[in-house]
């Protein structure tokens, strides 16, 4: 029976929570989707949909029958994870979901906790940081779908939801779990639904953690779940153990596919150019999935390797990817890519790839939906937030990298792994 029941918005979202909470000890399942059959055995379950830019309503009702099904298996706690970098818009999903799944629930508050340190992602007095920048200056601003023009994360999640956004700020946080649940009963009783939580070292979010022992639902970024699986340690419901992290001996080809525009997956294609065979898929002048798909197959030919990967992609700059915006639309540009990289993927994986990394959350998201892949096993960490993951049915070695997670070299090294 699962502790945690967790929804996460995105695929690579869901595999980076799983990761963390496999490190910190609790074994866990992702399923891909809203869970149809019997759940796995596992300390934790993440449902990993592809709500964070569908229409809101459907966010919401995707992410209520995730929340139905955990908690008709037990689950005690429900986590909703979205980006670290807090991706959404004005329209949501991130507010209308969390207000949903309170309302389910039937609490009145919750956190929203994006921060992760370990991947740079730090708030201070309610500011998102990436690295030393603003969000607003980091290269989100130019992201081609979830634009992130504003750093002030209460100001963004009041823009999403009618209920109260108020702010534990960095004093209070480095004073501890005691003085956080002090100021969750202030803000509570000053009528705010959401507390933005500030948090810069792992440090704070364990605090964050402990101080959300009995919320019935936590909002946030992977990193506040580093904390969690103490809580159900002290309570006697989990057993002290490692890294819950194991999976198969990795076989066949290998190779990246790559949908994502961020700066982080531009830096590593620069890279992987200089030392694997790479193809850049130019959507601008050929913007025709099939024709995208043709054109990659009939290049990869006799390049397959089990010793080194090939690296396919359709990411452009900002200038390109708001050229294709102009023409077709922004989510028809964004589905014809997906499609493209969806479509290349599983022709990969028929003539013999094994070991697939896949950058972006919602290429990710359009790639397992086409794989026909129902769970991801979770194994080691590649980077911060990118572990391998063994595929279920078909067994394929899958990494769904976060456009921006990853050092410079991650298509070279996910396969040294
Ligand atoms: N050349 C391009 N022009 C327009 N959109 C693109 C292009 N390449 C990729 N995209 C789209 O950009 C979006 C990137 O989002 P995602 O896969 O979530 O990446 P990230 O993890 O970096 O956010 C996808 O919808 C993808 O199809
Ligand atoms: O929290 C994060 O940054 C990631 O887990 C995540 O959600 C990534 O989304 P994409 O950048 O769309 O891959």
């Keep these: 029976m699962p502790l945690l029941g967790c929804i996460a918005d995105d695929s690579t979202g869901a595999t980076d929570l799983a990761a963390m909470l496999v490190a910190n000890g609790m074994t866990t399942v992702q399923v891909i989707g809203v869970p149809q059959g019997p759940m796995p055995d596992a300390d934790a379950i993440v449902v990993a949909l592809k709500s964070r830019t569908t229409p809101a309503a459907d966010a919401v009702a995707e992410s209520l029958a995730a929340c139905e099904a955990l908690l008709a298996a037990g689950a005690k706690q429900i986590f909703f994870k979205y980006c670290s970098t807090f991706d959404s818009t004005d329209e949501g999903n991130i507010g209308p979901v969390a207000d949903a799944l309170l309302k389910r629930l039937q609490s009145g508050f919750a956190i929203a906790c994006p921060a992760f340190p370990a991947n740079n992602r730090s708030i201070y007095m309610g500011h998102l940081f990436v690295g030393q920048a603003l969000l607003n200056e980091s290269g989100m601003e130019n992201h081609p779908l979830t634009p992130m023009k504003d ?76 904390g969690l699986p103490d809580n159900f340690r002290a309570k006697g419901l989990l057993p002290e153990r490692g890294d819950a992290a194991s999976l198969p001996p990795p076989r066949g080809a290998m190779a990246v596919v790559a949908g994502s525009c961020s700066r982080a997956t531009l830096g590593q294609i620069g890279l992987a150019r200089d030392h694997v065979p790479t193809l850049e898929l130019d959507a601008l002048a050929n913007p025709d999935a099939q024709a995208l798909v043709k054109e990659a197959l009939g290049w990869v030919e006799g390049k397959l390797s089990e010793e080194r990967p090939v690296v396919i992609a359709a990411s452009a700059p900002p200038d390109k990817v708001a050229a294709l915006q102009q023409k077709l639309g922004r989510e028809a540009a964004g589905t014809l890519v997906e499609h493209a990289i969806a479509g290349i993927a599983q022709a990969l994986v028929e003539r013999g790839v094994g070991r697939l990394v896949v950058a972006g959350g919602e290429t990710s998201g359009a790639v397992v939906q086409k794989l026909g892949v129902t769970s991801l096993r979770i194994g080691p960490q590649i980077d911060p937030g990118v572990p391998w993951t063994y595929a279920e049915p078909g067994g394929l070695h899958l990494a769904l990298k976060s456009g921006n997670f990853g050092a410079r070299d991650f298509f070279l090294k996910a396969f040294a792994a």
């Excluded at 202030?186 to 364990?206: F, M, N, S, W």
Aim: charged residues 25%; contains cysteine.
């Design 151 to 226: 750093a002030n994360l209460v100001r963004v999640l009041s823009r999403q939801t009618e209920g109260g956004v108020g702010l534990v700020p960095f004093p209070v946080v480095e004073e501890g779990a005691a003085a956080i649940r002090r100021e969750f009963t202030r803000l509570k009783e000053a009528g705010r639904r959401y507390a933005i939580t500030d948090a810069v070292t792992d440090a704070h979010l364990r605090m964050l953690g402990e101080a959300c022992a009995e919320h019935a639902l936590i909002t946030g970024g992977s990193g506040v779940a580093m």
